[in-house]
């Protein structure tokens, strides 16, 4: 199945128009989980971040999952 990652804020949006095909959701979530470590490596101070969240949605837009990137993942 394909999901798609948008970064989502409570006045912008930044949809992921190509998305990612993989087998579950929770390979999905594993491929979200690393983009969120990867926009906080590219030095990005965390306040940057406040309200903003990587939702991943299915092909009908629906929202699957949503993770704040204010949220320190471990």
Do not use: K
Not at 60 to 72: E, H, M, N, P, Q
């Amino acid at each position: 199945m394909r999901y798609y990652f948008n970064l989502m804020n409570p006045t912008e949006g930044i949809p992921d128009d190509i998305g990612i095909e993989v087998g579950s959701l929770e390979q999905a979530c594993e491929e979200a989980v690393r983009a969120v470590h990867e926009l906080r490596a590219e030095g990005q101070a965390s306040a940057e971040w406040n309200d903003w969240r990587l939702e991943i949605t299915d092909p009908a837009g629906a929202v699957l999952l949503s993770i704040g990137l204010d949220v320190r993942l471990h």
